[in-house]
């Protein structure tokens, strides 16, 4: 194996999560950020230094918004299952793929997208419920 590093093009190699969080904010504001990912740091009191300072606390979110940014404000494509599995700053992007422009967002689409998960989250329980009522009852 070459001695080049794998990560050198991912986008988020090089690059704090500072500027990450800078860039998308410039980009596409709070309100949006929050409508795409719900993460209450971009709703309840939104700033720079409080959504960073929960970012750097809570893996998962930090996860979410490095792929949004990978995904939605680099506009590359969809990684590949064995990728998608590992954390966005661990993804190898394929030679050659470079960054587009950032993806155009709009409430709507957020919402669609919303409704979409939450619908694929309520499958998700009832193949795990064997198709059976819950018992805990519908609170949806």
Known sequence: MDNENPYL??????????????EIVDHYGFPL????????????NPSIAASMKFLKKTQWARE?????????????????????EKPPRERIIPQGL???PPKELSFE???KLRLKRAE????????????KANPWGNFS
């Open 9 to 22: 093009t991912n986008p988020l190699h090089g690059t704090s999560l500072s500027t990450v969080l800078n």
């Open 33 to 44: 950020l929050y409508a795409y990912l719900n993460i209450n740091c971009f709703n309840k």
């Open 64 to 84: 979410k918004v490095e792929s949004f940014y990978l995904y939605q404000y680099k506009s590359l494509p969809k990684a590949s299952d064995s990728e998608f």
């Open 98 to 100: 470079t960054p587009r």
């Open 109 to 111: 689409d957020a919402e």
């Open 120 to 131: 694929k989250s309520r499958n998700h329980g009832a193949k795990r419920n064997n198709g």
